[in-house]
């Protein structure tokens, strides 16, 4: 157990919808990050978050956006999803060293 | 920059037979470097990372990877691979303490047969 959580752990949708995924990290780290991986993308760092405030941006689509709380929890906002978008969405956590994933949340668009 | 390159995609092997999985990265500055195992259905686990000291670093489940500096390598070994060794493995690197930026290689697919 990495002690980063992430809920849902399957999410159903239909295109043109929106759905939200969220993640806790691990107790005391301040950086989240999150990526998606799909068989023909591998694993794509979408974006970081450190103490609240935006990071880093990868390769993150203006359809997608996040948020980090003062709790520090994340959330991951998807709108007008497309088939394209089904993928297992990981948020990872880090310290000073490395990172910890959680256990990701399988998207599939139908 | 800073990139990581895993150069195979797929690596089959036998059972109890050795294995190594290239790892090569570039960065201008020093560098934590990170072995990760992703078995099916499941999140990124940590499987080795060099941070600093000695440059051979050993998991508990038998792999190992070596920093070499002049090469710019962090090649992963296990002398001999079990069937539950089938995973992919994923190559990464950090520019050190304090900089939260995390480059992964595209993964390494290990298929362990019998």
């Known amino acids: 157990d990495s002690g980063v959580t992430q809920t849902p752990k399957h999410l159903i949708t239909a295109t043109g919808q929106r759905v939200t995924l969220r993640c806790s990290p691990r107790?005391?780290?301040?950086?989240v990050y999150w990526y998606q991986q799909s068989l023909d993308q591998g694993l794509q760092f979408l974006i970081q978050y450190y103490n609240g405030e935006e990071r880093a941006k990868g390769n993150i689509l203006e359809r997608f956006s996040a948020q980090q709380f003062p709790d520090l929890h994340s959330e991951l906002n998807l709108s007008s999803l497309e088939l394209g978008d089904s993928a297992l969405y990981f948020c990872?956590?880090?310290?000073?060293?490395?990172?910890?994933f959680g256990p990701g949340t399988r998207l599939t668009v139908l | 920059a800073q990139s990581v390159t895993q150069l195979d995609s797929q690596v089959p092997v036998f059972e109890e037979a050795p294995v190594e999985l290239r790892c090569n990265y570039s960065?201008?500055?020093?560098?934590?470097l990170f072995w990760y195992v992703q078995y099916p259905n499941q999140g990124l686990q940590l499987l080795l990372k060099?941070?600093?000291?000695?440059?051979l670093v050993e998991s508990i489940n038998g792999f190992e990877a070596e920093f070499n500096k002049s090469q710019t390598s962090f090649h992963l070994r296990k002398p001999s691979v079990h069937i539950s060794d089938t995973a992919e493995y994923f190559c990464?690197?950090?520019?050190?303490?304090?900089?939260?930026?995390?480059?992964f290689g595209t993964g390494t697919r290990l298929k362990v047969l019998a």
């Open positions: 107790s005391g780290d301040l950086s």
């Open positions: 990872a956590s880090s310290g000073d060293t490395e990172q910890f």
């Open positions: 060099y941070l600093s000291g000695s440059t």
């Open positions: 990464a690197v950090s520019g050190g303490p304090g900089t939260y930026k995390y480059i």
């Open positions: 960065s201008s500055v020093s560098v934590y």
